[in-house]
């Protein structure tokens, strides 16, 4: 008996609880385990860059797995709007992913910084958190008013919707792996 090769696509709503409910629960399970083969006057070890770049690319490539094939399940393009979609879609995801390199350096930044954070660093991160969220929505604008002329607006809203919820999965996911500042 062969082996199956291909597996089903998660649905948007499986995918989205996978991600809300299972990984969260990762980072916990490993503070548990390191609580209790730590001592508790025991420094809190430093968030290594280098697992963080491996959990945000790891992070990335689960849902850009998925993604195409939760866009393409829950809207229905024709073979028209299909052919202009995904090249104007492949453009705005490379976009995107340069802000989230940048939002990458800025966990590597906190990173660095974690345990010794300044006021002034803790300002000047901020701002760039909030300055980089702001380039995100200006992203998201540009090109919702792109695909309205390749799709019909309902279509582009709807795939900004699950755009949304998919960054927002990522968001949280992210942020769960994450210390808070000290």
């Known amino acids: 008996m062969k082996a199956n090769l291909y597996r089903k696509p998660f649905s948007r709503t499986a995918f989205l609880r996978t991600m809300l409910l299972g990984v969260p629960l990762l980072p916990l399970t490993t503070v548990l385990a390191q609580e209790s083969t730590t001592p508790s006057t025991a420094p809190e070890p430093h968030p ?3 697992n963080l770049r491996s959990f945000v690319e790891l992070a990335r490539s689960d849902i850009r797995t998925e993604k195409a094939m939760i866009i393409a399940q829950n809207i229905s393009f024709t073979n028209d709007e299909a052919a ?3 090249p104007a879609h ?3 995801d490379t976009e995107m992913n340069k ?3 940048q939002r990458f350096a800025l966990i590597v930044t906190f990173a660095k910084h974690y345990g010794t954070m300044t006021d002034q660093e803790a300002i000047d991160l901020a701002n ?3 300055d980089l969220e702001e380039k995100r929505i200006d992203l998201k604008r540009k090109y919702f008013k792109k ?3 390749i799709i019909p607006p309902l279509k582009a809203a709807r795939f900004f919707q699950i755009e949304n919820q998919l960054n ?3 968001d949280l ?3 769960a792996s994450l210390p808070l500042i000290k």
């Open 90 to 92: 492949r453009e705005y």
């Open 48 to 50: 290594d860059a280098a």
């Open 168 to 170: 927002m999965a990522l």
């Open 147 to 149: 695909f309205c002329k």
């Open 99 to 101: 802000l989230l390199d």
């Open 173 to 175: 996911k992210i942020a």
């Open 128 to 130: 760039k958190v909030f």
């Open 84 to 86: 202009d979609f995904w």
